[in-house]
């Protein structure tokens, strides 16, 4: 039973265009989002967070999209670059950083982004 | 800021051994780490979450007694796999998160081969 699911393995855009990356996840406990990105055998860099109270939340190129009703976040990439070509993974957490419960991350299997020259 | 480092970041060895693998954060003290790992073309499942100072805690369908985490200081936690055998292969990653923040940051991995 997958949480976070992002059910496209792979995207290609064209350099420069936007790149969205779709996210839907089934935990309604869940409330804090994160997308990560990483290369092939290394860990994952953070890039952008939002959380359950907010709707929007940009970071230079980055901007990440909550619909809690719909239960969808997305990521916007604009415009997009040769170096974001990569594996995106969408991440989410229950609530209560400091409530002793596990809280690690629950992850999606992630969409490979490739940027097209 | 806000580095992780893993130590190894290859390591093979034979059936029956133990391996550990420790993850340090570099610039911050971390009062939570994860540990998880990845199976090829699979996404990150998490493994177990350890607190400073206190016994880990282990996600369901994960060993404790196979996979022993120590996490002795707020800058490193280590994981043992003991008799480790080949369906142990896997990506090993550990992310470090300081209290009070939401942010996981993540390690480069390990990559473990049972032979």
């Known amino acids: 039973d997958q949480q976070v699911k992002q059910n496209s393995p792979s995207l290609s855009v064209q350099e420069g265009r936007i790149s969205i990356l779709n996210c839907d996840y089934t935990?309604?406990?869940?409330?804090?989002f994160l997308w990560y990105k990483k290369y092939p055998a290394e860990g994952p860099t953070f890039l952008i967070s939002i959380s359950s109270i907010k709707d929007k939340n940009e970071d230079g190129r980055f901007t990440v999209f909550l619909n809690k009703s719909a239960k969808h976040l997305s990521l916007h990439i604009v415009p997009s670059q040769p170096g974001d070509s990569a594996v995106y993974f969408c991440a989410a957490r229950p609530e209560s950083v400091s409530g002793g419960g596990a809280d690690g991350l629950t992850f999606g299997k992630g969409t490979h982004l490739i940027i097209q020259p | 800021g806000a580095v992780v480092s893993q130590h190894p970041s290859w390591v093979i060895c034979k059936s029956g051994t133990s391996v550990k693998i420790e993850c340090r954060s570099l610039d911050f003290q971390a009062t939570t780490m994860f540990w998880y790992r990845q199976f090829p073309k699979q996404s990150l499942m998490l493994m177990a979450t350890s607190n400073e100072g206190s016994k880990a805690t282990y996600e369901q369908g994960v060993e404790k007694d196979k996979f022993l985490i120590n996490h002795a200081s707020l800058t490193l936690s280590t994981l043992t796999v003991t008799s480790a055998h080949p369906e142990d292969s896997s990506f090993y990653i550990c992310s470090a998160r300081h209290r009070g923040q939401e942010t996981q940051y993540f390690g480069p991995g390990t990559r473990l081969l049972v032979l």
């Open positions: 935990n309604s406990m869940f409330d804090y």
